[in-house]
């Protein structure tokens, strides 16, 4: 047998394996390459090289973008598309290229890369579709998997029509695009042309407000009923008028919101106009800023008007971008830098439940629910501070979604999953109504002579029970009643001196702040038709009598 020296020789110590030769591996010829090495190679030579080149995948990711901001113009601003946009495109950018070099193929991986896309992207449109026929999560998931795997084999065996499907993606692609291209161009150029930047009153106001004017507290519940809407709609009782009647606010019991949705709603109650622009006073409240979809409530008239006579500014908006903060405000409340719009995009896709599911992400709706919490709590212990304060605060409650329960727990999908529509709705409203009474009640502790005037005012009614939680519905064709549930509003004042400032039932929100104006500033607003509109429609809608 054979001794191995203890003595490394040469060859060893050059670090060579030692041993038999068939225990050694094969060498690669040095005119060929590792398979790996060879396929990162071809693909990273190919990436740009191949014709036709694959941008397909680019403009189908930016569809969904586009598309979703498409059918939301009126309550979104393009500056709060484009970083999702620009987002959207870099991503599929790095995982094409990525893909590209892995596979070897930057075509085929084209292909890979846009199934995915779809189903990722498509995934919340396509169950809110299909939940409406009746197809369930559960199938809907099956469904989706069958479709992707059809899919990844047809890629898999395109074969000598890859070039062919390439060109004709691209084409498709193209195409697609233009859908919402179609829709929003005409509105960028419409907003364009009509938007006039904001600007305060040309005549210079008193510097300093009346002796007697009052700290104002302008508080707005997203979809609270009002009393008329309560009795029509839902078969509940409702304390909170008595309520506030007994801590001696006004009820204007017969009071409607000038339009169905926030965004139009606070737009003409904070530029104190109609949204046509009747009731224009621009020597009094200055220009409104037309210049995008919240601009009238981020660079109010209001609050212009009330800066220039020396109030102090408080914002404390909601989880919604048209209040979530706001640039003339001396103090703001923010709680999350996320847009409605780009919550709103990934919500949309698959990629929230696919988090959730392994434990990432939080709870649906968690953030809401944060948000909300903090805000009144805020809300609630504000402090009093010297000189004349404005207070703006809009709550997105009872609001849905309905995650508070009557204690203020946080109600998760499967505990929803268990009561009914109606009952969380209500178990929400009770929630509100004890906040919202905290709030005041804290207002209230102050010595008389300190009260501020407290308006509590809702932008818009909830959406009547029959019609499934249908936004989309054409107003003008609705029953008076359906009409009275979703525009009848909470409109309460506590007015601290008791002094009668021409409050009346049927004042609608539009009003607000002409009436107030009027009352202690010494400005001679006439007061507009206590009208209620749909944005598209200029014709008052009729209500029951």
Do not use: C
């Amino acid at each position: 047998m054979a001794t191995v020296s203890a003595r490394p020789t040469a060859l060893a110590a050059s670090g060579a394996i030692i041993g038999p030769a068939r225990d050694r591996p094969a060498a690669v010829p040095s005119n060929q390459e590792a398979p790996n090495l060879k396929t990162l190679r071809r693909g990273s030579a190919s990436l740009f090289h191949a014709r036709p080149w694959p941008f397909y995948p680019l403009l189908v990711g930016s569809y969904f973008v586009l598309f979703l901001y498409s059918v939301n113009l009126e309550e979104t601003e393009l500056a709060d598309v484009l970083p999702v946009l620009a987002i959207v495109i870099a991503v599929i950018a790095v995982v094409l290229l990525g893909l590209g070099l892995l596979m070897g193929d930057v075509r085929r991986a084209a292909l890979v890369l846009t199934v995915g896309l779809v189903a990722l992207l498509g995934y919340g449109h396509a169950a809110e579709l299909l939940a409406g026929r009746g197809i369930g999560r559960g199938i809907q998931q099956i469904g989706w998997i069958i479709v992707i795997g059809v899919a990844l084999l047809a890629v898999w065996r395109i074969g000598r029509w890859l070039a062919p499907a390439t060109r004709a993606l691209n084409l498709f692609a193209v195409v697609l695009l233009i859908l919402p291209l179609a829709v929003i161009l005409p509105h960028q150029v419409e907003l364009a042309v009509a938007s006039t930047p904001g600007r305060t009153a040309s005549v210079a106001p008193d510097p300093a407000p009346s002796a007697d004017a009052p700290d104002i507290y302008y508080l707005v519940f997203d979809r609270y009923p009002g009393q008329r809407s309560i009795e029509l709609g839902f078969d509940i009782e409702n304390p909170l008028y008595d309520e506030l009647r007994a801590r001696g606010f006004y009820l204007a019991d017969r009071s409607h919101a000038n339009y169905q949705k926030t965004t139009f709603s606070l737009n003409s109650t904070m530029s104190a106009e109609l949204l046509d622009g009747r009731g224009r006073a621009e020597e009094v409240l200055g220009t409104p800023d037309t210049s995008a979809p919240y601009s009238r409530i981020r660079n109010s008239n209001v609050a212009r008007f009330l800066k220039a006579r020396g109030y102090y500014y408080v914002h404390v908006g909601g989880d919604f971008d048209g209040t979530r903060t706001n640039a003339l405000a001396d103090f703001t409340f923010e709680h999350d830098i996320t847009s409605d719009f780009g919550s709103a995009f990934i919500e949309s896709t698959a990629l929230p439940g696919i988090l959730r599911r392994v434990g990432v992400a939080e709870a649906a709706n968690e953030g809401r629910y944060e948000w909300t919490t903090r805000q009144l709590d805020l809300l609630e212990h504000l402090p009093d501070r010297p000189g004349p304060e404005f207070v703006f605060g809009h709550v997105l409650l009872p609001h849905p979604p309905y995650i508070f329960g009557a204690d203020g727990d946080f109600i998760s999908d499967a505990q929803a999953s268990r009561t009914s529509r109606a009952e969380r709705w209500e178990n929400q409203l009770k929630y509100t109504n004890k906040r919202l009474l905290a709030i005041v009640d804290h207002l209230l502790d102050r010595p008389e002579s300190e009260r501020p005037l407290i308006i509590v005012q809702s932008d818009e009614g909830p959406y009547p029970a029959n019609l499934g939680g249908n936004t989309g519905i054409d107003w003008t064709t609705a029953t008076p009643e359906e009409r009275e549930i979703k525009f009848s509003i909470l409109n309460a004042w506590y007015v601290p001196d008791g002094r009668d400032i021409g409050l009346y039932p049927q004042i609608s929100s539009v009003n607000t702040f002409r009436l107030l104006f009027n009352a202690y500033f010494g400005t001679t607003l006439p007061l507009l038709p206590d009208d209620s509109f749909t944005r598209q429609n200029p014709e008052p809608l009729e209500f029951p009598p």
